[in-house]
């Protein structure tokens, strides 16, 4: 398992690498949830306030590339062991 990070499979060099040679999952969430998550971080300046429409064009955006992905796993309102367990699921029917 490897995780890419959001800006990872962004780049048309991994990407397709990834998409000839992996099983993808986007792990998707919604932009509040996203910004929630964010909205303190230091190293995080794209969510920070004064950029908060910036992070909904920057959402929209990668939301097209993300979806590209073999498979998206939706994960709003789920915790970390509710995530895990979804992934397991569908890569043992793969």
């Not at 986007?26 to 303190?40: A, D, E, F, P």
Request: glycine fraction near 6%; hydrophobic fraction near 35%; aromatic fraction near 6%.
């Amino acid at each position: 398992i490897i995780s890419l990070g959001g800006g990872g499979f962004i780049n048309d060099k991994i990407r397709e690498k990834v998409l000839s040679e992996c099983i993808s999952m986007w792990l998707n969430v919604n932009l509040k949830t996203i910004y929630m998550r964010l909205k303190n971080s230091k190293i995080r300046p794209l969510a920070n306030n004064d950029n908060q429409n910036n992070l909904g064009k920057i959402f929209l955006e990668r939301k097209k590339i993300y979806s590209l992905a073999d498979h998206e796993i939706n994960c709003d309102n789920l915790n970390i062991n509710q995530i895990s367990n979804k992934i397991i699921k569908l890569y043992e029917g793969i």
